[in-house]
Nanobody, 115 residues
């Protein structure tokens, strides 16, 4: 079993920054991919960024150049540094761990960007 706990969300003005953290515990495995997804009210959940256990990253075009995903394997933690935030970044941000055929989700953390 895998548990994921997100933190770091909050209210910020447009142009501001936040750093989200996702702490993984349990049988996370040595080879996995951890990603950040977000879901705005009335919209589908969408990919924001992913990072593999080897450090390969992938970003949605809407956040390239503004968001940075990183991981500290010793702490089983993945971070999402979000800069130059926009009102359209407002959403609940979820952490997802994928290993083999299994996927696990956290409970999410709210990010609200005011204009």
């Amino acid at each position: 079993q895998v548990q994921l706990v997100e933190s770091g969300g909050g209210l910020v003005q447009a142009g501001g920054s936040l750093r989200l953290a996702c702490v993984a515990s349990g049988s996370t495995g040595n080879v996995n991919v951890i990603g950040w997804y977000r879901q705005a009210p009335g919209k589908q959940r969408e990919l924001v960024a992913t990072i593999s256990s080897s450090g390969s990253t992938n970003y949605d075009d809407s956040v390239k150049g503004r968001f940075t995903i990183s991981r500290d394997n010793a702490k089983n933690t993945v971070y999402l540094q979000m800069n130059s935030l926009k009102p359209e970044d407002t959403a609940v941000y979820f952490c997802k761990l994928r290993k083999s055929i299994y996927a696990y989700w956290g409970q999410g953390t709210q990010v609200t960007v005011s204009s």
